[in-house]
């Protein structure tokens, strides 16, 4: 879903599938404050129906300050 009329969702992908490097964050964490509009209930993959608050995700990238 997408919050803006004519906003368009696109997926890069650059190389064969790899299950291992997949994650997802809960749609409505309400730690992203984002204001869904009030509608029927979203349909979900099953990836997205588990998926963790962005608090709990386990990221393979990792932030180093430079200064």
């Known amino acids: 879903m ?3 009329p004519g906003s368009e969702i696109v997926y890069k992908c650059s190389d064969y ?3 291992e ?3 997802s964050v809960r749609w ?3 730690d992203l ?3 869904w509009p009030k ?3 979203p349909v ?3 990836k997205d129906a588990v998926a963790l608050p962005l608090s709990k995700l386990q990221s393979p ?3 180093k300050d430079s200064q």
Do not use: K, Q, V
Request: glycine share 4%; net charge negative.
């Open 39 to 41: 509608a029927e209930e």
């Open 28 to 30: 409505n964490d309400p």
């Open 21 to 23: 490097t997949e994650g």
């Open 44 to 46: 979900l993959s099953e």
């Open 33 to 35: 404050s984002i204001e």
């Open 2 to 4: 997408t919050l803006r």
């Open 17 to 19: 599938y790899a299950p």
């Open 61 to 63: 990238f990792h932030w």
